[in-house]
């Protein structure tokens, strides 16, 4: 069975109707007819959580979240392993922390990476990526 993880991008490309929604749609069908797996860090699920915040208000933000705990998902809670990899990953790499966790979090479950960020792109020799836009 394919895994995939998803980044912050992909989940509010989804949620806003932006670029890129209707491949994310895409792999939450599959997912919820068992054909593959999604996980996804609760790490992105902070950072999604703060940028709806910001750019709407903390009511909305709240059932966004709990729209997307109601996915065919695999939630991730970070493990020292996680951490550490997401450390290192960061350490060599110019992304953002949060960024560095979805990269963790792929390579820890053998998934591709879904994003539409092009700051994914200096991990493309390193992680597979399966891009959204």
Request: proline fraction near 4%; hydrophobic fraction near 45%.
């Amino acid at each position: 069975m394919k895994n995939f993880a998803l980044d912050s991008y992909s989940v509010l490309a989804y949620q806003k109707g932006e670029k890129g929604k209707d491949r994310v749609k895409e792999l939450l069908l599959k997912a919820e007819e068992g054909k593959i797996k999604i996980y996804l860090n609760w790490i992105n699920i902070g950072e999604i959580y703060y940028i709806l915040i910001r750019e709407t208000d903390e009511e909305i933000a709240n059932k966004a979240i709990a729209f997307i705990k109601k996915w065919p998902l695999n939630l991730v809670v970070p493990d020292e392993i996680n951490i550490l990899n997401a450390a290192k990953i960061k350490s060599k790499n110019p992304i953002s922390y949060a960024d560095a966790f979805a990269a963790s979090t792929a390579i820890q479950f053998n998934a591709d990476l879904v994003t539409g960020d092009p700051e994914f792109k200096i991990l493309e020799n390193k992680i597979p990526i399966y891009w959204i836009v």
